[in-house]
């Protein structure tokens, strides 16, 4: 392992291409709150904006991005990794400046760890620099891979419904992210308005001021509970491609702008950033 932590030390230091890819991760605890949903959604809003998008499909479960997108893929991240097909082949066309990367489980990606061909892997990743976003749709839970691929994103968004179940399962996730991450986002999904969904992102910040150590949460926004959502989410559309102007789709794009908002004080910080990065970080735990 320790030889492969070295090989990527090299890997990076040859990479001369600095890039800023900002990686986004969606995360909730509880399953089923729209992690999906919003990654989609969000993507296309950014991708209207003028962003180039990747959404990384990281959750191996039933209901992935392929198939909340109606598209079908046949490669994922995980052939790359071990140096089947190129990068540009799992690249899977949504829309104008939106992509697909089918992704695999840390799990999996742990599975073939030996037969990884990272040297490969970081020649094809240079096409990917010219994205401005990947969104890392992550599966349910608070377990190690769920981690692994928030911990390696530049920025976390938590996802809660105003359930009291949900709220208690992102607040577990916050309790173990905020020992690696400085600041984490919330979304507030499924709200009736934005005076509840304030009031759940009180009532969460309360309790992890109190009991966690420099906790430093911040709402990124709310979108409502929505029967056209729903209905689009039933056949597998984009509402806010759909719907652009009804109010879950101006919510998300507020969020859209408050993310880059976000993004902007950080450059000022001069954090480092990029594909390389991502994925030194999400390698470097196995
Ligand atoms: N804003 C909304 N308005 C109405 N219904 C919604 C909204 N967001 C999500 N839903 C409902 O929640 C369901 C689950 O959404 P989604 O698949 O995006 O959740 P998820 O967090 O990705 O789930 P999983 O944990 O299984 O991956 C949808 O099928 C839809 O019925
Ligand atoms: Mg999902």
Same mark, same amino acid.
């Given at each position: 392992?320790?030889? @492969? ?17 900002? &990686? ?15 990654? =989609?959604?969000?993507g296309?809003?950014?991708? +209207?904006?003028?962003? +180039?998008?990747?959404?990384?499909d990281?959750?191996? %479960? ?8 109606? !598209? ?5 991240i995980?052939?790359?990794? @071990? ?7 799992t ?14 489980? %840390? ?14 892997? &970081?020649s ?33 968004i ?8 949900? =709220?208690?399962? *992102?607040?577990?996730?916050?309790? !173990? ?11 507030i999904?499924?709200? +009736? ?8 992102? /009180? ?36 509402? $806010?491609?759909?719907?652009?102007l009804? $109010? ?7 969020? *859209? ?7 902007? /004080? ?9 594909? $390389? ?8 735990? &196995?």
């Amino acid at each position: 392992m320790k030889n @492969q932590a070295h090989k990527l030390t090299e890997l990076i230091k040859q990479n001369e291409n600095e890039q800023d890819t900002r &990686f986004i991760a969606i995360a909730s605890g509880k399953g089923g709150v729209g992690k999906t949903t919003l990654s =989609i959604n969000l993507g296309y809003t950014l991708s +209207k904006m003028g962003y +180039k998008v990747a959404l990384f499909d990281a959750d191996i %479960g039933l209901a992935n991005l392929d198939v909340a997108l109606g !598209i079908k893929t046949e490669h994922n991240i995980l052939d790359v990794l @071990q140096g089947k097909i190129s990068f540009d082949e799992t690249l899977t066309h949504v829309e104008d400046n939106l992509y697909l990367i089918p992704g695999a489980s %840390g799990e999996e990606i742990l599975k073939y760890n030996d037969t990884i061909s990272l040297e490969n892997f &970081f020649s094809e990743t240079e096409i990917l620099n010219e994205f401005d976003f990947v969104i890392v749709d992550t599966g349910a839970g608070i377990g190690e891979s769920v981690q692994n691929f928030c911990n390696a994103s530049d920025e976390i968004i938590i996802v809660t419904v105003p359930e009291p179940s949900a =709220i208690t399962d *992102a607040y577990a996730l916050i309790k !173990i992210l905020h020992t690696k991450k400085e600041k984490l986002g919330m979304i507030i999904n499924q709200s +009736k308005n934005e005076k509840e969904a304030e009031s759940v992102f /009180q009532k969460i910040s309360l309790v992890a001021s109190k009991n966690i150590d420099n906790a430093n949460l911040h709402i990124v926004g709310a979108i409502e509970k929505n029967t056209d959502v729903e209905k689009c989410i039933r056949k597998r559309e984009l509402f $806010t491609k759909e719907h652009p102007l009804i $109010t879950p789709s101006i919510q998300l794009e507020s969020i *859209a702008k408050n993310i880059i908002f976000n993004l902007e /004080q950080n450059m000022l910080q001069g954090e480092e950033r990029g594909f $390389t990065k991502f994925f030194r970080r999400l390698l470097a735990k &196995f």
